[in-house]
């Protein structure tokens, strides 16, 4: 089972459920926990390989990892711990993580935050990832991923983020760092599948006003999908929750007590 972290809250009965991006790990939440458990039930993952979730002896034998084996690892934690129904909080490809999960067990779902979503590839991003596969088993995997993080979070106000992710990636193998790699093969048609279709589930996507690769899509998708609210935060780059936590933590909060 994946490694996780509760905070309890003594009164609420909510639950609001933490899923980071790849290369990074429970840690990224560190700005969030001390405002969040003081309203909710704090749930907080460590997605396979990452983190305190290490590799285990079967996951050799995976030759591929998926988008559906990974939700089902979120689910096993969620089912393992009795939780009928959470808010969901992600990050980067996180945020496709509980779109997923939401798609299989939308009773889960109460409501989902996510924060420098991925909802399409754009033509610089489709480049990035082709140029990754390209170089992914001759070039060494951090000066890959220092080079994706470098082109995600360009400006000198994402330099946290960018050491942040950076140095958790260092914690991956190299192998763990190519399976994850190559879940893009199946990102597109997942990605294309959530744009057409609609989940009746409160979302509000929370974007940086500099997350250049992301953020004009995620315009596109709310001015289509009723079920969805954005807000931008400026000055912010594509991890908003750890450029401007106090602004991320005071919308998101204010966004769960709302509904």
């Known amino acids: 089972m994946l490694n996780y972290y509760l905070y309890p809250h003594t009164t609420s009965k909510e639950w609001v459920t933490f899923v980071h991006g790849a290369g990074g790990s429970s840690s990224i939440w560190y700005k969030q926990i001390r405002d969040f458990k003081k309203h909710f039930n704090v749930l907080i993952l460590d997605l ?113 983020s960018r050491l942040l992710f950076v140095n958790e990636a260092k914690k991956l193998y190299q192998k763990e760092f190519l399976r994850w790699f190559k879940l893009t093969s199946e990102i597109n048609p997942l990605l294309r599948f959530f744009r057409a279709k609609e989940i009746k589930i409160p979302t509000l996507y929370v974007m940086g006003s500099e997350d250049h690769l992301f953020l004009p899509s995620i315009k596109n998708i709310v001015a289509k999908h009723v079920s969805s609210s954005l807000y931008v935060i400026e000055n912010c780059g594509h991890v908003v929750n750890v450029d401007q936590p106090e602004t991320f933590n005071s919308k998101t909060i204010s966004f769960i007590t709302s509904l």
């Open 48 to 160: 396979r390989g990452h983190g305190n979730s290490k590799p285990k002896l079967k996951d050799t034998f995976k030759a591929k990892y998926t988008f559906d084996s990974i939700t089902a690892d979120i689910e096993e934690v969620i089912d393992f711990l009795k939780i009928k129904k959470s808010h969901f909080v992600g990050i980067s490809l996180g945020t496709i993580l509980i779109r997923n999960l939401a798609e299989k067990r939308p009773t889960l779902v109460k409501s989902m935050i996510m924060g420098g979503a991925i909802i399409k590839m754009n033509f610089r991003s489709q480049v990035l990832m082709k140029v990754g596969n390209i170089f992914k088993s001759v070039v060494p995997y951090m000066l890959l991923y220092k080079l994706f993080a470098f082109i995600i979070m360009p400006k000198k106000n994402h330099k946290k």
